[in-house]
């Protein structure tokens, strides 16, 4: 099975701030990665799709990077809706794996 | 408005039975492949199981393989999730999940999930 680590755990900040989450793949993927963000008690949302692609609706401020076995999700100014956790997830081989997840907090 | 509704979560003891399912509206179901994705309470997400759009084909991760059975009812626009010999690490909310779409066999690349169920709990214990 692909492994993907994702860093941190935990990401402490403040409204405005610019942000940065990083997945690791164990082996190549390609750019089949999706991001998604998943508030406290509800379903997660697709953010981001072949690594850089946003989704329709999706505000302009998350940035996708990264290809083979390195992706990152950029908030560029936290918003208050942005504090949630952040998945995300390979679809290059079965099983398809996740991360961990990053849970966003106001610092 | 794509909805998808999961129904059929509840107490079951280790060892029981249940199925869920997941009716789908807003979207042309029959031209999605469909999954399910569970997460254990406080941990992250785990995809389980695909089904193809005419449900000849499925697909399990290793922790289910043998004891859950996913089908489709396209006539029905619905999606199911058969659960047997269930375990207390089965406990967890299960989501449906639309996967890439295909049409005559010609499938596209977007084998991730783009549209989400609110989630059934289901809940393992004696």
């Known amino acids: 099975d692909i492994q993907i680590t994702q860093s941190p755990s935990i990401l402490s900040a403040n409204i405005g701030d610019k942000v940065t989450i990083t997945c690791r793949a164990s082996?190549?993927?390609?750019?089949?990665l999706a991001w998604y963000q998943q508030a406290p008690g509800k379903a997660p949302h697709l953010l981001i799709y072949?690594?850089?692609a946003l989704e329709s609706e999706v505000p302009s401020r998350f940035t996708g990077s990264g290809s083979g076995t390195e992706f990152t999700l950029t908030i560029s100014s936290l918003q208050p809706d942005d504090f949630a956790t952040y998945y995300c997830?390979?679809?290059?081989?079965?099983?398809?794996?996740f991360g961990q997840g990053t849970k966003v907090e106001i610092k | 408005e794509v909805r998808l509704v999961e129904s059929g979560g509840d107490l079951v003891q280790p060892g029981g039975s249940l199925r869920l399912s997941c009716a789908v509206s807003?979207?042309?179901?029959?031209?999605?492949?469909m999954n399910w994705v569970r997460q254990a309470p406080g941990k992250g997400l785990e995809w389980i199981s695909n089904?193809?759009?005419?449900?000849?084909?499925?697909r399990y991760a290793e922790a289910v393989k043998g004891r859950f059975i996913i089908s489709r009812d396209n006539a029905k626009n619905s999606l199911y999730l058969q659960m047997n010999s269930l375990r207390v690490e089965d406990t967890a909310i299960y989501y449906c999940?639309?996967?890439?779409?295909?049409?005559?066999?010609?499938?596209?690349?977007?084998?991730?999930?783009?549209?989400w169920g609110q989630g059934t709990l289901v809940t393992v214990s004696s």
């Open positions: 082996q190549s993927i390609r750019s089949w």
């Open positions: 999940a639309s996967g890439r779409s295909c049409i005559n066999d010609l499938c596209d690349d977007d084998m991730f999930f783009r549209r």
């Open positions: 807003g979207l042309i179901f029959r031209s999605y492949e």
């Open positions: 089904i193809s759009t005419s449900g000849i084909r499925t």
């Open positions: 997830q390979q679809y290059s081989t079965y099983p398809w794996t």
């Open positions: 072949k690594a850089s």
